[in-house]
């Protein structure tokens, strides 16, 4: 493992809020991404203890007394190889919410991106890149506070920060209900909404490490392969299936949130690859391309849970041998 150090010393101070407070909305014990190490360009996990209260320091001082909450929603850092060069990214999203009277928080500003440096050998600058980014993201926040009017912004409680992921997620149909509609999910859209095309007979078979979706031709009355190219999903009502560059895997709903499994063999270090979606749908995909190449004897599956704002795939955990 390899920890980030993260540097507090800003070329430009943020003269900052009296009180910070970061929630984190990840999943639990959700790794913060990989890194090449050594001559070999070995796989390395990064950590950072006391990530939340490291990620507060860069918005606290003592000019501004209304407080800040900031939501996070993602971070990650991984590196792509390319023939001559490499490529390093620093995933965020966060919200971040002040408060113009006691107990009422309104939204500031959302940050939803990813930030990429280049070199020869990148991780030294990757990781550095991260403390830069929040010393940069500390003065926006700091600016946008003082001349921000924020009454025509939804307003919301402390708690209701504390469960806003919870309360958005009631909003969308799929996740609200307790059945995924059989048939074909095109986009993050359709998925969200709960509302595949129409009903096609689709039938689901399980091989050794792959599974194969065979939709009815009506005409001809036979079953015919179904590519997961330009697909989100399919469900045939009792299965739901997340559709990838590389093929179809289950996806179930733990929580709140719907989460699917992939095997470590099928990512490549130095070729990234799409999933389609809407929106940041492809994010997922960068970030999983971005894994090191792993031998045949690596029976580790990747954990992703599906971002339910913009449908990427955000990596959560290894597991040990194919999940049932």
């Known amino acids: 493992m390899r920890e980030l150090a993260l540097d507090f010393s800003c070329k430009e101070k943020s003269q900052g809020f009296q009180s910070v407070k970061v929630i984190d909305t990840r999943s639990q014990n959700q790794f913060l991404g990989t890194v090449q190490n050594g001559a070999f360009n070995t796989s390395t996990e990064i950590v950072c203890m006391g990530l ?21 929603n993602e971070f990650f850092v991984n590196e792509l190889r390319g023939s001559t060069s490499e490529i390093g990214r620093f995933r965020l999203a966060a919200r971040f919410f002040t408060a113009n009277a006691p107990d009422q928080y309104n939204e500031l500003i959302t940050i939803d991106t990813i930030y990429t440096t280049k070199g ?45 992921d919870s309360l958005e997620k009631m909003k969308l149909p799929m996740y609200r209900d307790n059945q995924p509609k059989a048939g074909i999910y095109r986009n993050f859209r359709q998925f969200v909404m709960n509302e595949p095309e129409p009903a096609v007979e689709l039938t689901i078979e399980e091989r050794k490490n ?21 697909l989100f999903a399919v469900s045939d009502g ?33 070729v990234p690859v799409p999933l389609m979606g809407m929106g940041y749908g492809a994010v997922g995909g960068l970030i999983a391309g971005a894994m090191q190449a792993a031998s045949k004897e690596d029976n580790r599956w990747l954990l992703q ?20």
């Open 52 to 72: 939340t209260d490291s990620l507060a320091a860069y918005f606290t001082g003592s000019t501004l007394n209304t407080p800040l909450v900031i939501t996070l």
């Open 120 to 164: 020869g050998d990148v991780t030294k600058k990757l990781l550095r890149s991260v403390s830069e980014q929040f010393c940069v993201l500390a003065q926006q926040v700091t600016s946008l506070a003082r001349q921000k009017t924020l009454s025509d912004t939804a307003t919301y409680s402390y708690q209701d920060l504390l469960t806003l």
């Open 210 to 230: 792959m599974t194969l979706v065979y939709a009815l031709n009506e005409k001809r009355k036979k079953k015919v392969k179904l590519l997961p190219e330009g």
């Open 238 to 270: 009792t299965i739901l299936l997340r559709a990838t560059g590389l093929g179809f895997y289950k996806m179930v709903k733990k929580g709140s949130d719907f989460y699917y499994w992939r095997p470590r063999q099928s990512y490549s270090s130095s």
């Open 305 to 324: 849970k599906v971002n339910h704002r913009r449908g990427n795939s955000v990596p959560v955990s290894w597991v040990n041998g194919k999940p049932k």
